[in-house]
């Protein structure tokens, strides 16, 4: 009863201490935890299943794209991280340093990777000659390091895994294509595979990705009103290329640049889904990317054909290729439900003498603890059913909270009212100045332009902050 | 022309010169390179594409054993990787060492990861306190990075890919079944995926892994009558996690000691598969790891229909869940069939105006380039027989050349001339003295103990070398 007692209670309450409470499911989720190498996680089981699907999922939408994956060396000397000057500027300050191999120090440092840009680059430099060797449509699944500061778990660590894409084409139309084409990529699994709506576009000039000309994002919104950058993808142009010398020959033979993109989507996600969809009883994951989408509970399960009946379906279930577990242990059955509640398992079949008797179970939804019969002759197709409705009413419940997220401003009392109820994304309108973003950020308590707004008619012709004639529309919210 | 004859020469006759043949079809099958960081390597798409079937045959493997997936950090403090003493003198001479992080100097060195064995502890002494924590059987996909002087490609590099597992168990049976679980996993993996076959048993002592009590190996012959250690399961007692103060309550209250064990898997077997099934024309692949298992080459592809027809088979054997690709490229027919032989694609399909006319194709097997004709209303189905025919042969051969090179020897001239012909394995007693062992490596210019033979009578009861009682009977061989 003791540890009974502490599972209720081991999380604070999502609306009286956000932060604790993420803190809070994280550990009792047994997601991940810190290591003893400052600011680095250690992934657990839980927590890294879910990346397994989410990989699988992003991958197989990455290859029907015709994306190849590869694998780059950890290691960037120094000497190649500095040839593009902003990519080193962006980077140095955040890199880890090799300095000794064995017993020897070496004659140049290498850095471990903070992303490859460099590497890939430096490989095409050698390998791309003529337009037949175009394009080349790259991924890596890895990690990276960057030396931060100030960490939480999946939002930001010194080291995390992330998949990083690089391409480069033949033509600027091209490589700007794909560009679009993997934000686009990314949107579809953050909607379809994790529920979670977003807005997306093109970041404002001075949060562009370290040597990019363009960095599209998607901006999830978390439950306290906080936007997190979920995904970016960056388009380079020939600026970063050209400093590494990659050059081709076309058909005309006629030395020509090539034109570059780059793109990454990291175990951050795994922080939206907890933000975005969690409640006070711990995780709650959508169908698709949890790694067991049911749990059977048998009821009174010392009673006589209880425990026969329940493997006997969960044998069915696993042979109708659902991903389902079975609670036997002794732990009560209270116990058991919060158990399952905490880790976010998107249902559990209740199975009792009683339910035997009338050949049904009783489905119980996590996301809204929905209570559903279900005769035992048909559980194995009903529970697609149920799990496939699950996601999409949470995709939905999360997409109503962002439309109601979002407001406008056209003028700084507005803005500030805005945020002071700490209520999501607001779009205004914006001179394009980073000192404007500056005053706007400083009076609102730190909401930024997050993404521009390119597609609709803009709500005013005056920058917010100072007044001329403004350049931009976007959305402006807190972050992570 | 010039590049189709570029394709035929380039690689060297394999039984001219094995080492330059194995370099040659590396880079000419691309498959990997060396990065501008010495001895690491980029994994090219054809390369990393075998890994990733690879992986995903293993880790179905794994799971099915209740193997759960995690990942740990890359760097390793220093104080933490000399908690076991054998552990740190095995490894201290090659790792490398962050001491710079961002700006700032470290204040104690952290190494990048030359295997886990102590991140694993590290976490578990911290986590692990009841037997209902009991047992971890973990694994991970993941680099590691050792200083090494000499390298080739996947054989040895300074990073390399691979899956390090790790568990830790109540009893000592518990955990010894485990050493000996994974490693038939890894030999069912290595026939039945690989179609190589071997021998396997345990190393001798002074062989073992830095910090283990027993280590299990898998040695395959490759081509040139060379071993190669191709994977390894390691029991470590309760000696290595008792060295991180790992301990248990069981179910009497007592303090118990935890029993572990770790295994891993390299890209070293890509190694494998080439110097196994590889011939002078290029790669041979098995087709459970072939990217792609079958081209189809359409001959005379200018004439009207033969395009069509062909992309209406590539449709169709794509639905029925064939990796298949086509090459309508502007190459001439011999180019694309030596390309096709090259990279070790299993079988290319043949589809010109005479076998649409016959509703026929002609199938080409890679392995022994047996013409076979097929009707195409059959295709779908009877490639799958094809495919499977050639895995099976392709380790029947294998396992031939295999049977054919393990000799017996009772005299060190009998022994001394066995391996002047380089004729791989040979069973020999020895009384267990790592300098008898060293002797007989002079003798052979370079053949030693690769394991034991635990399971069949002894052909002799002295020493091949010293003659003093022997304890062991061992397969000798050269090796990578």
Not at 189 to 197: D, F
Not at 336 to 365: A, H, W, Y
């Amino acid at each position: 009863m003791a540890k009974e007692k502490k599972l209720v209670e081991s999380i604070t309450p999502r609306d009286e201490d956000f932060a604790q409470w993420y803190t809070d499911v994280v550990r009792e989720a047994e997601l991940c935890d810190y290591s003893s190498v400052k600011g680095c996680l250690n992934y657990l089981p839980n927590g890294y299943a879910i990346w397994e699907l989410i990989q699988a999922d992003l991958d197989k939408r990455f290859k029907e794209t015709g994306v190849e994956n590869v694998y780059l060396p950890t290691l960037i000397p120094e000497s190649l991280l500095e040839k593009e000057a902003d990519h080193i500027e962006g980077f140095a300050p955040e890199v880890a340093w090799v300095t000794h191999g064995g017993m020897e120090r070496l004659q140049e440092r290498l850095c471990i990777r903070p992303t490859s840009e460099t590497l890939f680059c430096d490989l095409w430099a050698k390998t791309v000659q003529s337009y037949r060797d175009l394009p080349k449509v790259w991924n890596q699944w890895n990690t990276v390091l960057r030396w931060e500061k100030t960490t939480r778990p999946f939002l930001r660590s010194r080291e995390f895994l992330w998949q990083e894409g690089h391409t480069i084409h033949a033509t600027y139309e091209e490589a700007e294509e794909r560009t679009i084409q993997m934000l686009h990529v990314y949107e579809d699994c953050y909607k379809e595979t994790l529920a979670i709506p977003f807005v997306s576009g093109r970041k404002a000039e001075h949060e562009k990705f370290a040597g990019a000309q363009d960095t599209y994002t998607i901006e999830a919104l978390m439950h306290d009103g906080k936007a997190l950058q979920s995904a970016t993808s960056h388009f380079f142009g020939s600026g970063f290329p050209d400093a590494f010398g990659i050059k081709y020959v076309d058909k005309n033979n006629q030395l020509q640049s090539v034109y570059e993109t780059s793109c990454g989507w990291s175990t951050r996600s795994i922080g939206a889904l907890i933000m975005v969809h969690g409640d006070d009883s711990g995780l709650v994951l959508p169908p698709h990317v949890a790694p067991v989408e049911c749990r059977i509970i048998p009821i009174a399960q010392h009673k006589e054909g209880v425990l026969d009946r329940s493997f006997a379906l969960l044998d069915e279930l696993k042979k109708a290729g659902y991903r389902v577990k079975i609670d036997d242990s002794d732990k009560s059955t209270g116990w058991k439900f919060s158990e399952q509640e905490m880790l976010g398992i998107p249902t559990r079949i209740e199975i009792g003498p009683k339910d035997i008797e009338k050949n049904q179970v009783v489905v119980v939804r996590r996301d809204n603890r929905e209570k559903i019969v279900v005769s035992l002759d048909e559980i194995a197709v009903k529970l697609r059913d149920i799990l496939e409705q699950e996601q999409q009413d949470m995709y939905d419940r999360a997409n109503e909270f962002l439309q109601s997220h979002i407001d406008t401003a056209t003028t700084m009392d507005e803005m500030v009212e805005k945020f002071k109820a700490n209520r999501g994304f607001v779009k205004a309108c914006w001179c394009g100045d980073p000192e404007c973003e500056g005053e706007v950020k400083y009076a609102t308590g730190g909401a930024a332009t997050r993404c521009l707004i390119e597609d609709e008619e803009m709500i005013s012709d005056k920058c917010i902050w100072c007044g001329k004639p403004a350049k931009h529309m976007a959305y402006w919210g807190k972050s992570y």
